[in-house]
């Protein structure tokens, strides 16, 4: 495949124009890292469990050249405006241009929070031992922000990526596309402060086009399941705001961390849901706590199921794990919202209705706002987008953008006019 079968051609055109303008010249190089949707298995990665999420044809773009200095500048070509008003000078350079000394430490960048990913993954590369060369890059995305499809994953993967195609293009250059995902979940976890699990990371580095992916978030081994050719992955953003996600997030998780210690399992994957429901074992185990164990068990065995379910093509049982799985984490984990309920229960009618139960949906991502997915056959996403529009609105009024997504491949890299690489 060549880039414009990858990625959006308005995408690529502006990041181009972008690198054109600011730079000068043209790219040598380009690289993408998805963004992705999580069709089941929530907050489980922390927790060694399963996952199966799919990348999504929504991308973190970058256009590339290498310079020959030790010198590192980073263009948000989506924070550029108007672009007439940006020079690459250094004190007086604008929010969207960075520019960072390879051989000096690399730290935080005061008021400018979209770095954080950037400078993050460079520190965490560089720890890990991966040389860092100098380079003008420019960065275009169109995984929406904030809507929980993973637009920060897709930065760090792609400035991952970027600095492996940086020593030469191909699969064997290191850190392979797994270490990726770990040096990005680092910079996450290290610079950024959120105490993020692999998923996001991981699908964006290993995705598989027409596929989800199985993730075994212990051993990390990835397994496709691919995606009956009938069927629709919709997603719909609720338009609710996620606020304060970091702080619950990390709550969460140290809640699963203090139940797992309770029962002295390594953590809640090694843990079954007799033992965590029986009275002398649960003994002294805050109520609260247990629920969200109880989410995460139960979690885990739901997603290998529905991963069955999927790889058969039975959308009917797919439905009900989904249902299942939403339920969970509205009444166990507490991590959905009104509204996002309200969505889903839009959606599983329409799908009642105009599917005969054939699919499901559910909330996807860190929760707390964002968006659900649904599956269903693609006869029938017409009539389903239809009711989403007509019934569903947000505490603001606003109705759900829906869109249609295609299950994308993972990073990858490619000389213009050349072959594309994946990220291997
Ligand atoms: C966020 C995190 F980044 C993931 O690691 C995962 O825990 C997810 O929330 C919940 O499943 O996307």
Redesign the pocket.
Known sequence: ATASDLVDPALQRRALDAFVHVFGGVPSLWVQAPGRV?LI??????NDGF?LPCAIDRHTLIALRPRADRTLRVLAADLAGDQADISPGGATAPPALDIIDLDAEITHHAGRGWTDYVRGMLQALRADGVPLAGADMAIAGNVPQGA?L?SS?ALEVAVGQAMKTLQGLGPQVAPDATRVAQLA?LA?NRFVG?R?????QLVSARGAAGHAVLIDCRSLAVQPVPLPPDVAVMIVHSRVRRGLVDSA?NERRQQCEAAAAHFGVPALRDLDLSTLEDPRRAAGLAPLVARRARHVVTENARTQAAAAALAVGDLRAMGRWMAESHQSMRDDFEITVPAIDQLVAVLRQAIAVHAQGQGGARMT???FGGCVVALLPAAAVAAVRDAVQRQYRSPEGETGSVWVCQAAAGASAWAPGGLSVPAG
């Open positions: 999580n298995g929530e907050h489980t990665d922390y996952v929980g993973s994953a979940q996450e959120c993020c699990g692999i998923m996001d997030y991502g860190g929760g």
